[in-house]
């Protein structure tokens, strides 16, 4: 465990130990045999720190959780030198099942709702959370405070659709910039509240406004929207086989996919493109080079089963291969 504040922080409310395994072909009542099983730590925020972990980052994985599996969770991280702190609560984390139907190559995910938390067990990390930070005004002690928290993940049944929001709100009291990668009603609360960075899926995006968002002149100018109403300083509309687009109030852009074929599943995709976004703005990249290397690791994603999640070296390779963004 870290002594001091790192200088990105995710948090995982709802984390899981992620299952992957493959089967010829998935039909009802039959038993069906499945290859060997993988087990990966799983959650938003978790897959996001250990690409950036592998990134070389300097971050810190923050997560809720308890039993069994949260401690398998806990010892995965540890092989993979991401640096955790693991917060306990009474309940279990949750197991999700990623099966590959190897005849098809569809793949078949099994999301559970994860386990109850009090809000209790919530104001326990945030507490220790806020306590890593020097008080608002205070001179901040070198080495660099934290810079980002990326809060990235569905909420685990018990606490309330204001958790971002309140999040959002403590964000700005620190100085930190909150990106945040989630949907429904908390992510529309924490709009509400203001944060550095979002990322929704177009799906997300047509929820959250009721629209239907059809044509990508709608995607532009809903994203853009976002920025303009003062909701998030930086939106990052993920497309799926279409790419991404990137607002903000110096501009957007838009970049296309790489035309990869996702060998093993796209589960992890959207959070190795978060990942590597925020690690090329942290470092100070203008927003269409960063748009660039979010491109390359949700393409490297695709490359590998499970969610063992983006390569280093296949990111480093792909982001070569993407094409400038178009400014809009």
């Known amino acids: 465990m870290q002594t001091r504040p790192a200088g990105i922080v995710t948090l995982t409310l709802n984390p899981a130990l992620d299952l992957a395994t493959t089967t010829a072909q998935v039909a009802p009542t039959h038993k069906l045999r499945c290859g060997p099983v993988q087990r990966f730590p799983g959650g938003g925020g978790i897959n996001v720190a250990r690409v950036l972990h592998r990134l ?22 540890a092989a993979e030198g991401v640096a955790t702190r693991l917060h306990p609560i009474a309940g279990d984390t949750r197991e999700n099942l990623s099966v590959v139907e190897t005849s098809t190559g569809r793949e078949f995910r099994f999301v559970l709702p994860g ?49 971002y929001a309140d999040l959002a709100h403590a964000a700005r009291r620190q100085g930190v910039r909150l990106a945040l990668d989630t949907s429904g009603p908390a992510l529309a609360a924490a709009l509400q509240a203001g944060v550095a960075l979002v990322k929704p899926s177009l799906r997300e995006l047509r929820e959250l406004l009721g ?20 909701q998030a300083e930086v939106v990052a509309l993920s497309l799926g086989e279409q790419g991404a687009l990137l607002a903000t109030p110096g501009g957007t852009w838009q970049a296309p996919a790489l035309p990869t074929v996702a060998q093993h599943g796209t589960t992890g995709a959207g959070d190795c493109f978060l990942a590597a976004l925020v690690w090329a703005l942290d470092r100070g990249d203008a927003p269409p080079e960063a748009l660039r290397w979010g491109i390359a690791a949700g393409a490297a994603a695709l490359q590998s089963p499970g969610t063992s ?15 400038a963004p178009t400014a809009l």
């Open 211 to 230: 629209e239907p968002l059809a044509a990508p002149a709608d995607w532009h100018r809903a994203a853009m929207s976002l920025v303009q109403q003062g």
């Open 115 to 163: 386990p109850d938390v009090t809000p209790d067990e919530w104001q326990a990390l945030l507490t220790d959370l806020t306590a890593l930070m020097p008080e608002p005004g205070a001179e901040r002690a070198a080495p660099p405070a934290t810079r980002w928290w990326v809060a990235s993940g569905s909420l685990p049944p018990g606490l309330p659709d204001t958790i």
């Open 309 to 323: 999640l983006a390569a280093t070296a296949d990111v480093q390779r792909l982001v070569a291969q993407v094409p």
């Open 56 to 77: 070389g980052a300097d971050v810190e994985a923050w997560a809720l959780a308890g039993g069994a599996a949260g401690a398998q969770m806990g010892a995965l991280l």
